[in-house]
């Protein structure tokens, strides 16, 4: 009995000729008089592979009820195919069915489905074209974002998911208790009595694993997170989820226009690497839900980005004559509009702003010298918008201490936040890559519910 593989190592041929075996779940099969046709996939490719069954096989009786979506392996001798759009395909000697499928009543069927459809049932679309498509290029770009940093001796570290702290101090946090909510605890002045909850004080999900990875950048120089992230913003956009990945890299002795270089390079490498490894993937995609898809992709790994700060972002967008829904005005962040009407429209490759007014940003960034802006940089891509927002940290205590009063936030909660000013502080800056925003653009997918697996939105947590 030949060694199960995986169809796309059979598709490249080595083996041609040879008895070899291939498991996977069918997703069409078609019966003439003197054979059936299979078309199996087992997710390591898009195509999938053609299995030929003779009608003289043990069981063909059970073959032609196999329906799609049954799982079955098949042994066979791995030939030429005459027929289009496959190189080889599998003569079958045996088909053993693991589990048939009910032909009708299974979800998915042959004809395309909606995108909507499918996320009703998420735990079938992955065995779908698209969403096979998809999955495979967020893989892939998980393993380059790795590579990247390893090969430049970066640290992987791992933040933790419950934490006491709101790193972007913007109060968006989703709260993790035991207590008994139908009855909670009172102290005796009739507050919470956090002290009977699990941890003894209020804990949450993590926004950003930055303000740790700060703790490890200045023990181990250059570390990055890479980790699931949580925010209970009432974001319904095709954009927004309240539980997404983040990448934070975080470097030492670094400053904001050194970061901004990297971040060029680090974004066109991911891009790169996926039309390396992906084409077949990308073509699929292309051809039904993005006719640009390739060329996109191509043009931002040989564009160069264009920096400017707020100011000038500000200044061309007011210049512009559009009419915005948002009003452009010097101190107001700028609106999705915006952003991409910069990226898009005027300079018409992807935009790093810097240096935003201080009252619209957190409180770790660090103050520039007009004492009304901070080393701030967001990253615009076209029909995204922001898909980097990073930045210097403050690293002097004097100046971190007076914006942490200045935005009325408990001192006393980043007590070992200020300390590390005290002890050994650098310039040090680091940014956040939105993991799935990455996978949106890189896969020219409309929504962001549709990179990744379950997503987590106001009023749905399915699955
Ligand atoms: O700009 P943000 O809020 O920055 C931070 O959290 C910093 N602590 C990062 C850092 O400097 N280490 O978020 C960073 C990125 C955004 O640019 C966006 O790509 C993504 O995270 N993001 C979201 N992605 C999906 N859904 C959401 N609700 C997101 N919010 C932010
Ligand atoms: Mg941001």
């Not at 299995?51 to 030429?80: M, P, Q, R, W």
């Not at 120089?221 to 934070?248: C, K, Q």
């Not at 957190?362 to 009304?372: K, L, T």
Request: glycine content about 8%; overall charge negative.
């Amino acid at each position: 009995m030949p060694k199960r593989l995986k169809i796309n190592t059979l598709l490249k041929g080595d083996l041609c000729g040879q008895e070899v075996c291939a498991r996977g779940w069918v997703r069409t099969k078609r019966d003439s008089k003197s054979v059936s046709f299979i078309n199996l996939n087992d997710g390591s490719n898009q195509m999938g592979i053609q299995i030929i069954v003779d009608t003289d096989i043990e069981n063909y009786e059970a073959i032609l009820h196999l329906n799609t979506g049954a799982a079955i392996e098949a042994v066979g001798k791995l030939v030429d195919s005459p027929g289009k759009g496959q190189k080889f395909e599998i003569h079958a000697d045996q088909i053993h069915i693991y589990g048939n499928a009910p032909g009708e009543s299974y979800p998915l069927q042959k004809k395309g489905h909606s995108l909507e459809y499918l996320r009703e049932i998420a735990y079938l679309r992955p065995r779908t074209n698209t969403l096979g498509c998809v999955f495979r290029i967020r893989n892939g770009l998980a393993h380059a974002i790795h590579q990247f940093f390893q090969d430049r001796g970066f640290i992987y570290v791992h933040a933790p998911v419950i934490t006491a702290s709101d790193a972007e101090g913007s109060g968006e946090m989703f709260q993790v208790t035991t207590l008994d909510l139908k009855n909670p605890p009172a102290t005796e002045k009739g507050a919470l009595d956090y002290s009977q909850d699990f941890f003894g004080k209020p804990v949450f999900l993590t926004v950003s694993g930055q303000l740790e990875a700060e703790i490890f950048a200045l023990a181990l120089s250059d570390v990055y997170t890479f980790g699931p992230t949580f925010r209970a913003e009432n974001s319904n956009t095709s954009r927004h989820l309240a539980e997404f990945w983040m990448i934070e890299p975080e470097i030492s002795f670094c400053d904001l226009d050194d970061m901004t270089v990297m971040t060029e390079e680090f974004l066109k490498y991911l891009l790169h690497y996926c039309l390396e490894h992906y084409r077949e993937d990308l073509e699929f995609l292309q051809k039904f839900y993005n006719k640009k898809l390739i060329a996109t992709l191509e043009g931002i790994v040989q564009s160069t980005f264009k920096k400017i700060t707020y100011s000038e972002a500000v200044d061309v967008l007011q210049k512009s004559g559009k009419s915005f829904e948002f009003p452009v005005q010097w101190g107001a962040d700028l609106q999705s509009e915006h952003e991409r009407f910069l990226t898009e429209q005027h300079f018409k490759c992807p935009v790093v702003v810097v240096d935003y007014p201080k009252d619209i940003k957190a409180f770790y960034m660090r103050q520039n010298d007009d004492g009304r802006t901070v080393a701030a940089m967001d990253v615009l891509f076209p029909k995204l918008g922001e898909i980097i927002g990073g930045s210097q940290r403050e690293e002097r205590y004097d100046s971190l201490l007076e914006r942490i009063h200045a935005m009325e936030m408990n001192e006393k909660e980043y007590w070992w936040y200020l300390n590390l000013r005290r002890f050994g502080t650098v310039p040090h800056s680091g940014f956040g890559l939105g993991f799935e925003r990455l996978v949106q653009f890189a896969t020219g997918m409309d929504n962001i519910r549709d990179v990744i697996p379950f997503p987590r939105v106001p009023k749905h947590a399915e699955f």
